[in-house]
């Protein structure tokens, strides 16, 4: 067997490529390529954004009537699919609350408005006008998008591990069985939670020695 010192050069001499075809992802734009046709994502987000501007009015003006229809019309515009890399929901980061916190939290539309009614006059403060100055575009959405698509990296390891060590005979052990484990030759298993009984086992099975 290879020490761990080894293993390090050997590492060390055949490094991995800075773009790695195993993690690549086939991240196809969110937006259109034409500014004046709009999909339903950029819809919502001119919507949102049209509706804060709006609400800044309602609140100045004192008109309860028009700001609680402003806010039903931004909550209907965050239930579109991709609005989390808007501007809007970005920002909510900052306030330490997430889009999916949003989602699953906020089950009522009054539990919706009150949210909304915190975070609409925060978000005006401290980026609205600002974003207004150096104009909006609808490229943050893309960028925003590009920006979180190592999450989808789960198993993007477990399969470059598989194909490496199928060139050399090696095959992937499914059970949990660390007796059957022990006896075979050629075998390997994943580092991360799909293979954890196997591993949770053979250390208790260690500890139990001493």
């Known amino acids: ?101 949003y989602k699953n939290t906020l089950k009522t539309e009054s539990l919706k408005m009150e949210f909304l009614k915190n975070m609409i006059p925060e978000f005006i403060k401290d980026r609205h006008l600002l974003y207004k100055i150096h104009g909006y575009s609808f490229s943050t959405l893309q960028v925003v998008n590009d920006s979180k698509a190592h999450k989808g990296n789960g198993s993007a390891g477990n399969k470059k591990i598989t194909e490496l060590f199928k060139k050399y005979g090696f095959s992937h052990f499914k059970s949990n069985d660390i007796l059957e484990f022990n006896k075979k030759d050629k075998i390997f298993i994943y580092p991360d939670k799909t293979d954890k009984n196997l591993i949770q086992k053979n250390i208790r099975r260690i500890h139990n020695r001493f």
Do not use: C, H, R
């Open 1 to 101: 067997m290879i020490d761990n010192i080894k293993l390090f050069e050997i590492s060390i001499k055949n490094k991995e490529a800075y773009v790695d075809k195993y993690y690549v992802k086939n991240n196809k734009p969110i937006i259109t390529d034409d500014s004046k046709k709009l999909n339903k994502l950029m819809k919502a987000n001119t919507e949102i954004l049209d509706n804060i501007s709006a609400y800044k009015i309602a609140v100045e003006a004192k008109n309860i009537e028009m700001q609680d229809t402003i806010l039903k019309n931004i909550i209907s515009a965050l239930e579109t699919t991709g609005i989390n890399f808007s501007e809007f929901t970005s920002y909510w980061a900052v306030k330490d609350i997430s889009y999916s916190v």
